[in-house]
């Protein structure tokens, strides 16, 4: 993920009292309940992501 990518709110509480953490790049700390977290890109799906709406549309 890279730097300039910020959480909206905590994965934890949802809450919206969010800022920089301390210990390096990507970290985050909850002002209301006190954690500190990482969001970190895992992958991609091999497969791609189907849409319910366009799955009779192949020929």
Not at 48 to 59: C, H, K, S, Y
């Amino acid at each position: 993920m890279s730097e300039r990518a910020a959480p909206f709110h905590c994965p934890y509480c949802g809450d919206e009292d969010l800022r920089p953490g301390e210990d390096g790049h990507g970290v985050w700390e909850c002002g209301a309940c006190n954690r500190v977290f990482q969001l970190k890109f895992r992958g991609l799906l091999a497969r791609g992501l189907r849409r319910p709406d366009t799955e009779g549309d192949r020929i």
